[in-house]
């Protein structure tokens, strides 16, 4: 009697009977192979992974029956939907939706196979923060968070969190420990096991490689080895782990010409972005109960972050507003033009006014539910004075504020051109108007 399963074999799938063809082999791991499979009256695509003999243990088939009987914490993860067994067989799988081709590898990101908006970036950033904050508020760790799982689709920013056969209660002992270059330095000390503090490192790890192209413990000391190996990677990662932008200990900079990324890249990060990376590289390392940057922490500076987006005038180059360093210059090393100041909407959060871009309901809403991403007005650049402009583009009357004239009303259609001294109100709240080189 085989373990194994090919093409055209045939799973029964215990809770619901449906029998299932197997399809084509999509891949292949250390803990089984994962097939397409066909699936009538489902209305979606279907994955199974059929575990290797060596990873269908006991405890991974509760595992699983485990996460089938929570449910999926958010439409991210591609969560199991049923066990997968056969007559002839001792092993098993599971079926869960398959992942939707528009997607992405965060690898292919990081490599630059992808060219992705840099709000885009901003975007799959608190989508990831915001999946992870669902499954750890369920009191579910994930345990191995990295590259390999996440995917990202580069037109919109969603996501899409797969291997979720592994993901455990806060606290239980699980079959994996995580990757090497995510894992907490408690876990890679031998000192812990995966829990939700372990997953905020990794998350960490992914946002700040998800910018600074650049893992955030690897400055002078890696590039010091000859190789990276098994003892080395300990000592950098779980021993003596030291931010490479460590405010009180520059050893482990990172090495102009070899390591530039970071080194281009972090200057040009909003003031508060740095503070929240520093605070997950510092204190976080030492403190993994209480020191490390929280999932909402993440999220809500995320979305800020995707609203500061600009463009450089002179080489057309995305960048980050940053109102704390008034003629910051151009981040591309071959422009450092002085950039001017460009036009902003300030109510509760700052959002950056470019022709193309759009501002949202959650821009005046205090509160964020599901329809607060729903556009209400379209950023345009006037046709004679090239001024910046704003057109309202939601079915609700807008109030103007001028400081030398009476109140005026901004019916849906109309575009106001944007001055010194102007404001509007929405639904009653007000946002304040600055215009270019305020």
Not at 85 to 98: E, H, I, N
Not at 303 to 310: A, E, I, K, S, T
Request: with cysteine; charged share 20%; aromatic share 8%.
């Amino acid at each position: 009697m085989s373990d194994g399963i090919a093409a055209s074999d045939v799973v029964r799938l215990a809770a619901s009977r449906q029998v299932l063809r197997i399809g084509r082999l999509l891949g292949a791991g250390t803990q089984g192979l994962v097939y397409e499979v066909a699936a009538r009256d489902v209305g979606r695509a279907l994955a199974l992974k059929w575990y290797r003999p060596g990873s269908a243990s006991t405890g991974q088939f509760n595992r699983i029956s485990r996460l089938l009987a929570l449910g999926a914490p958010g439409r991210a993860f591609l969560w199991p939907i049923d066990i997968a067994r056969t007559d002839d067989r001792r092993s098993f799988g599971y079926v869960m939706p398959a992942r939707d081709p528009r997607f992405e590898s965060l690898a292919s990101l990081m490599n630059a196979r992808v060219q992705v908006p840099l709000e885009v970036v901003c975007r799959a950033a608190a989508n990831l923060s915001d999946a992870f904050l669902a499954l750890h508020a369920s009191g579910l760790c994930y345990a191995d968070i990295s590259f390999g799982n996440l995917f990202v689709d580069p037109n919109s920013g969603d996501i899409q969190i797969c291997d979720n056969d592994n993901v455990c209660v806060d606290g239980d002992r699980s079959d994996v420990l995580g990757t090497p270059y995510f894992m907490a330095p408690e876990i890679v000390r031998g000192e812990a096991v995966p829990s939700i503090v372990a997953d905020r490192h990794a998350l960490a790890v992914v946002l700040f490689y998800l910018f600074m192209r650049h893992h955030p413990l690897f400055g002078a000391r890696e590039h010091a080895l000859a190789d990276l190996t098994p003892d080395s990677l300990r000592t950098l990662l779980g021993d003596r782990p030291l931010f490479i932008f460590d405010p009180d200990d520059r050893s482990n900079r990172p090495v102009s010409t070899v390591q530039d990324n970071p080194i281009i890249i972090w200057p040009a990060l909003p003031g508060y972005v740095r503070d929240l990376f520093t605070t997950a590289f510092t204190v976080g390392l030492r403190d993994p109960a209480v020191g490390r940057v929280t999932e909402s922490q993440w999220r809500s500076a995320m979305r800020r972050l995707g609203d500061l987006v600009r463009r450089c005038p002179a080489c057309g180059s995305q960048q980050f507003y940053d109102a704390s360093r008034p003629g910051a210059e151009c981040a591309q090393p071959d422009c450092r033009t002085t950039l001017p100041a460009p036009a902003l909407l300030v109510t509760h959060t700052t959002a950056v006014l470019e022709a193309g871009k759009a501002i949202h309901r959650r821009h005046f809403a205090p509160v964020r539910d599901e329809k607060t991403d729903i556009v209400i007005g379209n950023v345009i650049r006037h046709p004679e004075t090239g001024m910046i402009a704003l057109r309202n583009a939601s079915s609700k009357r807008w109030l103007l504020h001028r400081d030398d004239r009476p109140d005026a009303k901004v019916e849906p259609g109309m575009a106001v051109t944007i001055r010194a001294g102007m404001s509007i109100s929405v639904d009653g709240i007000k946002g304040q108007l600055y215009p270019s080189g305020h």
